[in-house]
């Protein structure tokens, strides 16, 4: 069964601070890996779509990695800032259009 | 563009009740999705559909039905609502023409069954 593990389930960090999300995966065939930034009451929307052969992307302050070999994925946040609390949630991608979607980090941010 | 609406936003049913959600979408995508999102579980896939006409089961699709008449709607039922359907549920299309396939939600309908 595919699955997606997501650590640490909640953190709380000061404004200004970095923080690192993890995400562990057991999805075969893999196409890709995505983080989505879900506002409490809103709809996921989409941070960052990475392919097998893509280890690194970026948007503005968010950074995922990804190891298809050993199938880890983190999101690093820089500088963070309180519109970043949020629950923050790993999908991935099989080759079928099916997405697998882990349970989400709730980040929050505090002044 | 409107992008992925939804209709209700909220709704309070009673065990028994039935009613139909409504997910909307602009973007001509071909493939649209139904979830349901529970406290400390991940989104789980209810129905899907890969084009107007058709429909497919996903991995909870018990007590759901689903239609998609136009390719711009895509209708999730509920025909007897029991509590364990008390649910955040989210629609999302896919866009098929971009590579990785970018999928774009729904704000969500809040469905509470007493």
């Known amino acids: 069964k595919n699955q997606v593990e997501q650590s640490p389930q909640s953190l709380i960090i000061l404004e200004g601070k970095n923080c690192t999300l993890q995400?562990?995966?057991?999805?075969?065939?893999?196409?890709?890996l995505r983080w989505y930034k879900q506002d409490t009451g809103r709809g996921p929307v989409s941070l960052t779509i990475?392919?097998?052969?893509?280890n690194t992307k970026s948007n503005g302050r968010y950074t995922a990695t990804l190891d298809a070999d050993t199938k880890q994925s983190s999101l690093h946040i820089t500088a963070s800032q309180l519109s970043d609390s949020a629950s923050y949630i790993c999908?991935?991608?099989?080759?079928?259009?099916?997405?697998?979607f882990g349970a989400g980090t709730t980040v929050t941010v505090r002044a | 563009n409107a992008g992925v609406t939804q209709t209700p936003k909220f709704r309070v049913l009673k065990t028994g009740q039935s009613m139909t959600l409504l997910c909307a979408q602009d973007?001509?995508?071909?493939?649209m999705y139904w979830y349901r999102q529970d406290p400390g579980m991940g989104l789980r896939l209810i129905h899907y559909?890969?084009?107007?006409?058709?429909?497919a089961k996903g991995e909870v699709p018990d007590g759901y039905n689903v239609s998609r008449l136009k390719k711009q709607n895509f209708l999730l039922g509920l025909e007897s609502a029991a509590p364990s359907q008390t649910s955040v549920y989210f629609c999302?299309?896919?866009?098929?023409?971009?590579?990785?396939?970018?999928?774009?939600f729904g704000p969500g309908t809040r469905l509470t069954v007493t």
């Open positions: 995400c562990n995966y057991t999805v075969s065939p893999f196409s890709n």
């Open positions: 999302a299309t896919i866009d098929r023409g971009l590579p990785t396939y970018e999928q774009y």
């Open positions: 999908v991935v991608s099989a080759q079928d259009y099916k997405l697998s």
């Open positions: 973007m001509n995508h071909e493939y």
């Open positions: 559909s890969v084009g107007e006409g058709t429909t």
């Open positions: 990475m392919t097998f052969s893509e």
